[in-house]
């Protein structure tokens, strides 16, 4: 009877506890696996924007040739070409038009010299170290590229069987990537640049508007010639399986110009990170940049955008997980936006941040933390008592740590570093100050100040 009187109650707790509802499991998304096997060369390498029509007076590739010996001194790996074909003159923009309403796949622009002229300007920036990746338009064409009356079947149509243009881009029509025998001829281009003048990969302009598919077979054919680089115009997670190796990081993009404008603050990077964490594979290089030839000409110049925060926001793009941008001018503080459909030479000046870049290019390249992919380090973020306002973290991998201090506001501010994992004896990379932190240490940066430094 006392057993009985002891069980019950047992019974209807367990019978209460089984009813009860479960709370539901949080499970963290799970990345997708990349199957792109990145090229040796680029684990430390940055990337530079040239803009062969603007670049120079003459704006030709012998004219920007004469740069190499400068570029190669100030620290750039990957020199990415805006498209060198030959430019469509019907529904033309502007006088010279748009350098992506391609004429002509398998030619140059006459603007900027001859076949020859290009397969120096390689040739040169090979012997100096430099790989050489051009812009490629997969997904439309000018309207006087003879494949409009070769092959119209290529071309999106509307209802009335008319060719049609992508967006507002009247100077352009729409390819139709249904047709599986334009996928041939497009690889066959690809395959061209890297036979006739040894490129070693592409930047593909708005990639995904053309089928995913289509840049899986692409890259595994290129990569049977030789090992390519390959940077979408995109920001799509599938993207990075098969086709390519690096995509655009435009939201952390935007995040930076309003974090300068006042409208958001350094928890939008965390959060930022956290999310690319569960949604990239753990090995696609993100391409991090405060400006290129869109942002300038569209959108106004990094100093028009982020004001006093330029430098902050540029040794975030490069101590930041992803690789750094930097865009023909860049590093001359040159702050004008360049007519897209004229010529509008750059005026160089003096070339006033060319030691900052040199520094930060010097940086990338010498400690691994700082390398792409997962042959950098991990961001681990450190929690100060002004987490919105100050931004600070580390980096680490094979015994090197990069300890990175950033103000993003226009305002001095102190705060109080939390946890221990910074402590140690660093030198400051720009400065060479010496500096020790401990567990508990008070900071106090100037507006939109930074410090980056090395674990000594």
Not at 87 to 114: I, Q, W
Not at 180 to 207: H, N, P, Q
Request: hydrophobic share 40%; aromatic share 14%.
């Amino acid at each position: 009877m006392h057993f009985l009187l002891v069980l019950i109650p047992l019974i209807a707790i367990f019978i209460i506890v089984s009813c009860a509802p479960k709370k539901k499991e949080v499970r963290k998304p799970v990345p997708p696996e990349s199957f792109v096997v990145h090229p040796e060369w680029s684990k430390s390498a940055n990337i530079y924007e040239v803009n062969i029509r603007q670049y120079t007076p003459e704006g030709t590739f012998a004219a920007f040739q004469q740069h190499l010996p400068r570029l190669k001194e100030l620290g750039v790996k990957i020199l990415w070409l805006m498209p060198v074909n030959p430019v469509g003159e019907k529904n033309r923009k502007g006088t010279l038009g748009s350098y992506y309403a391609v004429r002509d796949y398998k030619a140059v622009n006459p603007e900027f010299g001859t076949m020859d002229d290009f397969k120096q300007l390689v040739s040169k920036a090979h012997e100096l170290g430099f790989k050489i990746i051009l812009d490629w338009v997969a997904n439309h064409t000018a309207w006087d590229n003879p494949w409009i009356t070769e092959h119209p079947e290529w071309y999106t149509v509307d209802s009335l069987g008319k060719l049609v243009s992508p967006f507002d881009w009247t100077d352009v029509a729409d390819l139709n990537y249904e047709n599986k025998v334009l996928w041939d001829e497009m690889i066959s281009a690809l395959k061209f640049w890297i036979t006739e003048a040894d490129v070693d990969g592409y930047r593909c302009d708005v990639a995904g508007m053309v089928p995913n598919e289509f840049w899986e077979r692409a890259r595994k054919e290129l990569d049977e010639m030789k090992p390519v680089f390959m940077l979408a115009e995109a920001e799509q997670p599938d993207h990075h399986i098969r086709a390519f190796d690096m995509s655009y990081a435009w939201e952390l993009h935007h995040i930076y110009n309003s974090i300068a404008k006042g409208e958001k603050n350094a928890m939008d990077i965390v959060k930022y990170f956290a999310k690319q964490d569960t949604v990239f594979p753990a090995d696609a290089y993100r391409m991090n940049f405060i400006t290129n030839h869109d942002e300038n000409s569209w959108k106004g110049t990094e100093k028009t955008r982020l004001r006093d925060a330029v430098n902050t926001m540029a040794v975030l793009t490069f101590t930041l997980p992803g690789m750094p941008l930097v865009y023909s001018g860049q590093e001359s503080a040159f702050n004008e936006r360049l007519k897209f459909f004229e010529k509008d030479t750059i005026d160089w000046k003096d070339y006033r941040l060319e030691p900052f870049y040199s520094k930060l290019f010097a940086l990338k390249h010498a400690y691994q933390p700082l390398w792409n992919g997962s042959w950098g380090g991990r961001l681990e973020r450190i929690p100060t008592s002004a987490d919105s306002l100050v931004f600070a973290f580390i980096r680490e991998k094979e015994g090197d740590r990069i300890f990175v201090l950033t103000n993003l506001t226009g305002k001095v501010q102190e705060s109080k570093l939390k946890g221990d994992t910074f402590a140690g004896r660093y030198k400051e990379w720009f400065t060479e100050e010496e500096a020790t932190y401990e567990k508990g240490a008070i900071v106090r940066l100037k507006p939109w100040e930074y410090k980056v430094y090395i674990l000594k």
